[in-house]
């Protein structure tokens, strides 16, 4: 759940960027760490492998500034795709707000993928979780590869899409479609802050 | 300093989007560097910014003539700079800068990147700022987004007062239309100015432009508008969308983040918790607590927002009154933390109050009035047990304490003498005033007439005692009523002594308001009557000892027994036998008094033996002296006569 906190005055919404290995997870964290003016981003924090292969996991702090009178943040992590690192990815994926599965257009990733989205839905039933009630994004990266090697949206759609959700197309080493997925994942969250508020007014 | 007379506070069009830039003005112009000093005014182009620094220095100069105001922009500066550097004049135009009283500073966002140019500034701002000069400045962003702006100013910048102008609202822009128009004497058909401000310039110069163009528009023309060709007539803003602050064309994609956040958030949270929270962010700008907002917002349920932010507001606009008031005294009060938290407006009440206390104290009590001078008898013993519990117990018993009576009998005595006394159990630190109604009455008219009505309210709310004297003189004065009222509560709230004294009784004053005359009546009200045989004998005693007369028993039994009803008749006929025996040669007694009261020697009406008496004491007996030369006596006093 996204917190709202009267208090203080502030929202924090944590979103994971989910999705197999080498599917470009830390790629569109660093694409959003660009493009952020200097005076809003934190040091984005990352633990790879000297091959960049993330090792633990990427976290970039947002700092969106005072909206509407409150201090906005979001907290972008990405979990480690490979299959090994099963229990850092359940951490991250704790208290999450949203998830981001970001998918391998790449035809021979498909396998992957449905793996990886399995693992999701399966490490969110373990946290007692309802995949189905929390906030999801698909991003089909890596469509600026050639024609040959990549697969349709509409095969994609219907291999990893079967809740129906926002999907986008992606090329996140270009920035491509980044932000058109964290601003749909964040207004998705977002739009769920009403169920969140810690008075109990509503 | 040559400055448009059209930019003056009368023209400058007050809304909620800038009232507190107007009002912030306002105290600079009032008081050059006393208060908010400097003065960082920030807004959009067209909000009004440089015709507010232009106010200032308006009033500024109407109010010290002698006052040197200087306006200039950071170009024309960098100008003048680049200009004394040439003709190495640098000396002469950094004195005449130096020597300004106020300085307003426009556009200046220019300093951005000007390296040398912001040494030199800092130079400047530091020798006006030692010197307490008053700098005002002006800017489209407020000092931290300023970029490459030096450290040391931006926390200069920011270390007075920043405030913003916001864009106008409907009404504002309606009333900024309506003054425009009349100083043009164009007269539109109503409603027409109405429909332009609905289409919701932000801007004040692109409002006046198009106010401009129906005014040409309409000269020219053959009927006069309608607010239906408004639209038609400024088609371009017609669409509603304000282009005073258009979106860049090429929004980052960040920008277009946050814009769609902003929107989804503007739709999740309550409409009057957005109301609230932007209220806390902007007073937390402008360096307030805001804690009784900020739990407002964390309450379960929706608060009445209009009464909870007019609260506040009002709050602060106390509080800045207060440091305006404690800057007059203190400058550095001015920075105080106090200042900043509406929650501690009694506080800082108090802080200002104590401090106009001690600088402009109301009158004391009079010395000469001592509670031991002050003699008791059956006639007054009541009153006097009355005070002397409210010495003990001030603020106790008997509060108000009412004492009433006919002249003389010693109501001002006591009166003083309970303030003395007060004063000096609390070992001289009470605030104790003694006043006079009718002076009080006088002092407020003052205060009203200089405009220092705060400041005298202040001074009698700080009292620890406030003795009144001559209550019945507020007949008819409304406002000293009502101000003493106000004070009455104030006071008896805080558990100060009130002690009044009057001719008669509360219910016997007429034209004292109802709402006075209840609190008199509620603690204690009691009658001094006029004095009985043995305070007269007391009195007498007291007044001829004073005046070296030799008191014999049978000159006081005497005395005493005359109906006098008052200390002053005491004492003026003391006075007037001290002079008849002077006249005589001799010393006075009870024999001459009645001659000189009555007109004859008749046996005294109370005689007493004297057994044991020496000779020399009865050879002494004035009395007899007399009575063995008759005529000589006889003559003294009939030419006395």
Known sequence: ?202 | MDLDARYRFETYVVGTGNRLAVSAARAVAQAPGAAYNPLFIYSGSGLGKTHLMLAIAHLALQRQPGLRAEYTTVDEFVEELNGAVAAGTMDALKRRYQEVGLLLLDDVQFLAGRREMQSEMLRLFNVLQRSGRQVVLASDRPPGDIADLDDRLTTRFAGGLVVDVGEPDYETRVAILRMRSEERAAQFNPGVLEEVARLRFRNVRELQGALNRLIAHQTLGESPLTPATVRELLGERGDGVVRATPVRAQASEFDTLLSDVSEVLSQQLEAWRIRVSEAITYWHELGYHAGRLERALDGASEPDVDALLTDYEAAIARLRDLQQTAAKFDHRLATSELFLDPERVSEAELVVARLIGTVDPPPGPRVEFTRAEFDVGPSNQLAVHAADTVVQEPGGKYNPLYLHGPSGVGKTHLLHAVGNELVATRGGAALVACVNARDFTDELIRALQDGTIERWRVRYRVLDVLLMDDVQQLTGSERTQDELFHLFNSLYAAGRQIVLAADRAPGRIEGLEDRLRSRFEGGLVVEMQRPDHALREKFFARQLAASGQRVDHALLEYLASRPVGSVAEVSALVTRLRKAADIVGVPLTAGLARKELEGSFAAPTVTRSTPGRSVDESFLDEEKVVWEWPELSGRAIEEYR
Do not use: W
């Open chain 1, 1 to 202: 759940m996204p917190l709202v906190n009267y208090a203080t005055r502030e929202i924090t919404c944590k979103i994971v960027y989910y999705g197999p290995g080498r599917s470009g997870k830390t790629t569109n964290l660093q694409y959003v760490y660009e493009q952020v003016p200097g005076n809003r981003k934190g040091n984005m924090v990352s633990l790879a492998t000297q091959a960049d292969r993330t090792l633990f996991f990427d976290f970039l702090p947002l700092d969106l500034g005072s909206i509407s009178g409150f201090t906005t943040r979001l907290q972008l992590y990405t979990v480690p795709g490979q299959v090994y690192y099963q229990s850092t990815r359940r951490l991250v994926l704790q208290g999450a707000d949203g998830v981001v599965f970001v998918a391998d257009s790449q035809s021979r990733q498909l396998e992957e993928n449905i793996e990886s989205l399995r693992d999701l839905h399966a490490n969110l039933a373990d946290q007692g979780i309802d995949a189905r009630a929390m906030p999801l994004v698909l991003q089909y990266n890596k469509q600026d590869l050639p024609r040959e090697l990549i697969l349709e949206t509409d095969v994609l759609d219907q291999a990893l899409n079967f809740r129906d959700v926002p999907a986008f197309t992606a090329g996140a080493l270009h920035g491509s479609g980044v932000f058109e997925t964290l601003r749909s994942i964040a207004g998705l969250v977002l739009r769920r802050l009403s169920a969140a508020a810690p008075a109990g007014s509503r």
